[in-house]
């Protein structure tokens, strides 16, 4: 199994609508879990953080984290076609004491239409 | 602004030379990576250094060596250079954790594009 998994993409769907994208991860002590958005070509950039079960919302953004079932997700809801994006997730565990590996996925491509 | 810049942004270099990626950053941060990216492949890790005196391999060290300067400066090396190296590769920084803080989330260079003909 993959350490981190996302489901497969593209993603397409209509403006105004909710984006849903999902990742599951392998191992159980992870404890940090990270959503970023990379535009093509671009760097990838921080949308959302999540360290705790249960949803964490930030504008239309957001994200959702069930440990017990080893998933986080994100949603985005009034998608806009500036959304359309591959989005990346991440997740760190810590490997010894204070150190930590933060791993991706491969990325969804979500596609906005007008 | 606080910032990760990588050099160059672009390159295009032919099979066997050797050549170098450049990373500094003006976040005081003490950590450093450095991933590429592949379509398809997602982001993976080649090196990383939690400190200046700390160097430790990723998933795909291979063929790449690294060099940390100073806090501020971690360079990727690719000793000799071969097509499969084409890709698009990222420098990113973290700051160092505390007992007991949460993770911090990386922060990313613009990326240099590599062409290995």
């Known amino acids: 199994q993959k350490e981190v998994e996302q489901n497969s993409g593209p993603l397409s769907v209509p403006e105004g609508a909710i984006a849903s994208l999902n990742c599951t991860y392998s191992d159980r002590v992870s404890q940090s879990f990270f959503w970023y958005r990379q535009y093509s070509g671009k760097s990838p950039e921080l949308i959302m953080s999540?360290?705790?079960?249960g949803d964490k919302e930030d504008g239309r953004f957001t994200a959702q984290l069930n440990k017990a079932s080893q998933y986080v997700s994100l949603l985005i809801r009034d998608s806009q076609p500036s959304d359309s994006a591959t989005y990346l997730c991440a997740v760190n565990k810590r490997v010894a004491g204070a150190n930590s590996k933060l791993t991706f996925g491969k990325g969804i491509t979500l596609s906005v239409r007008p | 602004d606080a910032d990760v810049t990588q050099t160059p942004r672009n390159r295009i270099t032919k099979t066997g030379k050797r050549i170098m990626l450049e990373c500094s950053q003006t976040?005081?941060?003490?950590?450093m990576y450095w991933y590429r990216q592949d379509p398809g492949l997602g982001l993976r890790l080649i090196y990383y250094s939690f400190d200046v005196k700390d160097i430790n391999k990723g998933e795909i060290s291979d063929g790449y060596s690294v060099s940390r300067q100073a806090q501020a400066k971690f360079s990727l090396s690719l000793e000799s250079a071969i097509p499969n190296q084409t890709a698009l590769y990222f420098c990113a920084t973290s700051p160092s954790l505390k007992q007991g803080s949460r993770d911090s989330p990386l922060h990313f260079g613009n990326g240099t594009r590599l062409t290995v003909t």
């Open positions: 999540i360290y705790s079960n």
């Open positions: 976040k005081g941060h003490d950590r």
